[in-house]
């Protein structure tokens, strides 16, 4: 508590990663700066004190001194061992997740969180997670590469397709904290934001289940919660303003020009192709951004949606 | 340099001090040339080890479909030219600039039917449909034997690897005709015969990629 | 001077040359026009070419520079789009690294420099170089094509598959174009190895090699040996994007961490291509300026090499969040502190050398003190990414930003500027204003800090970077950062105006202005075509400062009997015993 260069670093909302990273932080910036100014002072020093008197300034010869060298050698490597050995160690403890994790899977995709839990219940940008116990993040990509970081737990790792990464943290407050993309992936990867929120375990288990189970309501309804849940409202916008893809509002039965010259009108048929494969007709004026939805979301939710953006007139 | 004016030879460019600085200074360069040549291929040959050890099983199955006689023959005939340019070499330090020709001819004339049964062999291969990444698009009997998710990127492999590796034997065919050209002029003797000397080496390096290149597609069991 | 030197005068006709102040003939005279210079194979003018082209294209990456910071003065849009912003520190990263930072000093700097230092006339390979330099210019080509195809915004990584999926066309050219630039770099690292190995002059052993070119040898192999390997990562790229070939893209069953170790394989390295010439240009500049032998010379040849062979093995630490393997995580981040060390070591080196000198606080030694401040700061941020757990907190945010302008630019681009107007007297035979020399030094140094200070507390504090829009509390560290960059451009435009009038009407420069003992200082300046009108003769150390000027200035004594190239053999076998 209170080093030099506290100010650097945000609130350390994880006990695991105090000593870890906070403090190999600290103390390699004391020891850097304690070098930094003995370097900045002797060749202050050296300017001053030797400065050019006349052209005829004869100085000695020295090639080299081994007691010096050897000296400035071993004891930097003797600091960045110790360096080496710290970080690692605390890495190993970033690797190595608890047996008792409390497990919660997230998806990247441009430019959104999906988080889904054990029971179901599903979120967008928000993970919630129970106070006082590990929780272990198990990360996937739908498209290209994202990485998964929460300044606050000190704890990052890359989003790849193809495979599994996963992060864990164990929060011991409740509050919020941010979550970063750190992985550059396209337009709007400086909003890809999410936020982690931390619950009393018994809110929490309370939260699960109020949010659990399949959806419900109206079909317009659970349309409606699906656009929000997978983060359409990022390019498409509901009430006509310009976004990266074509508004919802007023979308059906609409006349839109594609790419490729042709024109048709808005219909059901279009709209499902459009979300289970969006490349296949791209409307003129917009890229194809979109990922497809093929296999993650079935024939009703699909429906659904389409009756919602009905209702967007 | 007004002193060496006197002992400098016609192919002495002015900034060397006699022909042997010359001739090392070109040998040297063309070896660093070569070391980088082997880290270009280098890259490929690492993604093919990583590949290999993810999807042995497709390497093997894969290779079933490339043609070991034809890649066998290749393989004589690249030999048999790294023989005729090095007899190239002999000849041009020998002064014989007739033999030199005939060497390089042949040399020239062996790259081209490495080229053509190369050229035969693709035509085939893309005639079933074996094609690299996205064009991948077998025929049936194809499928029947090599039924693998990943088979394009074998080929794809094999068609980057043994594409490149074609690039630079057009280029060295190239080279030679060049070659033959000078050596027609009368630019060669035994005194002066560095650009036969480097593009031998470099042809020796073509050569050498090509005898790995044959047994790690090829000829895998 | 007196006995040995008697001897050698008497049986090996060294005799010496001194440099004449009022020449009649220089390279700039020799041949005129634009197609004299568009074809010459002279190495001094192609070092200017190239130099003038990295300008070029500093400035114009400068310019974005001011552009990303102007936009990052809010949080949130303040002048141009997200897709714009994003193109432009694609462009001014890719600009940055591949047409200025990479060249700039080896390209051109070097060129010019490196055969005279030799005592040769030219590089081994004249018109390779020039085949260099077109080579270049043909890769910069394709660079402007692809941004009249939409450009590009992948970042100057080029990760997959976002690179193998958006927006193909822009992406293939400028792919294509660092392929080719690629070459540029190979070949000029061929024709430096081949000339330092053969076209030294009589009498300069590996053990009186200025330390400049112990720096560009180093620098010349990791050219030969990484750059191989972004060419055909980067040929398989552009494969990718043309017909799909699948080799890094996951859904056709490719892997992307594969790419990223591919290109960090060379883009590791490449960045000691980038900063050792650098420390070349430090240890003649703090040796001039301090009238001093340098401290340690083969600690700081040697750690060059040492550098360049390590570097090789660390690609992996800009991947610890990757998903790349455990034990390659740990043996990475353990060689990173062992590349830590040999650069530790020249620093000390450099600031040993300064006690008991004769210290002369010109431009370019101004420049060396800012380089060891700012270096030192990077060296010591890139201890910190090293270091595991620190990193994954680190990586990919301001933090690593600010560390690495630090080390390219606080490192590379300072020593250029300090290499550029130590030898701008004898590339131009013009001297320029002190005065303005040393307030736009101190004004780079402020700006500098300024811009990028802030940004190693707000990249602690989680800020990532490539960053259009960002969250509020960010914003007085991006602010006080963008008027930093304000104040650095301002220095750099007062450069440019010195250095300009310098051309136009600058005061005529001496042979050797700073009285230096390097062997290119002792042609007349400008040099003339041949760089010097004898043949040169080195006995001594280049930075034997104790001894007389004379000793300096040798080359053998014109023969009569036209059998000079016998006596040059003896003055080197003679001098290797001495």
Redesign the interface.
Known sequence: MGRLFD????ENKSPL?AD??DG??HF??EV?LI??LG??I??IY??IK????S?D?????????HA??IT??VI??LI??V??G??????L???AVPADAYEIHVTGFKWNWAVNYENGAQTLNEVHVPKGRPVKIVLQSR???H?F?V??Y?????V????Y?YVWFQAEETGES?I????????????M?AKVIVHEPDEFETWLELNGGGPSGTPVEQGEALVIQQGCQTCHSIDGSPKLAPSFKGLFGKQEQIVDGSSLTVDENYLKESILNPGAKIVSGY?N?MPPYEGLLNDDEVTNIIEYIKTLE | MANHSASQQVHVQHHFVDSDQQFDSAKLGMWVFLVNEILFFGGLFCAYIIFRVWYPELFTQAALELNKVWGGVNTIVLIGSSLTVAMAIRSAQKNQIKGLRINLMITILLACVFLVIKYFEYEHKLHLGIAPGSFWNPTPEVLAVLDHPKANIFFSIYYVMTGIHGLHVLVGIGLMIWLYIRAGKGHFNSEYYTPVEITGLYWHLVDLIWIFLFPLLYLIE | MAVTETKKMTTLQVQRFKPSENPTNNYLTDEKGVWAWMTTVDHKKIGLMYLASVAFFFALAGFLAIALRTELWTPAKTFIEADTYNQLFTLHGAMMVFFVLIPSIPAALGNFIMPMQLGAKDVAFPRLNLASFYIYVIGAIFTFISLSMNGFDTGWTFYTPYSSDANSAGVIWVTLGVFILGFSSILTGTNFITTIHKLRAPGITWGRLPLNIWALYATSIIQVLATPVLAITILLLSFENIMDIGIFDPALGGDPVLYQHFFWFYSHPAVYIMIVPGFGIISEVISTFSKKTVFGYWAIALSSLAIAFIGFLVWGHHMFTSGQSAVATTVFSFLTFLVGIPTGIKILNWVATLYKGSIEMKTPMIYVFIFLFLFSIGGFTGIMLGALSVDIHLHDTYYVVAHFHYVMMGGTLIALLAGLHYWWPKMTGKMYNETLGKISAVLIFIGFNMTFLPQFVMGAQGMPRRYYNYIDQFQPFHQTSTIGSYILAVGFLIILYYLSKSLINGEKAPSNPWNSRGLEWQSTSPPDFHNFDHTPVVINHPYDYHKPMEEFQLGIAVSHNGHGEHHEEAVSEETEKA
């Open positions: 100010f650097m670093l945000p990663t870890s990273t190999l932080f390699i910036n850097s070098i930094l370097i900045t002797a060749l050296f300017a030797y400065k050019r008197k052209e300034d004869k100085t000695p010869v020295i090639y080299h001194n010096l060298e400035w050698s930097p490597l960045t061992l360096v080496f710290w970080g690692y160690s605390g890495w403890n970033l690797k498209d290209v590469l990485s970081f300044p606050d000190r704890v990052k790792h890359d790849v397709p193809g495979r990464t941010q970063f993309c750190t992985e550059y992936c396209g337009t709007s990867h400086s909003d934001l890229n951004i």
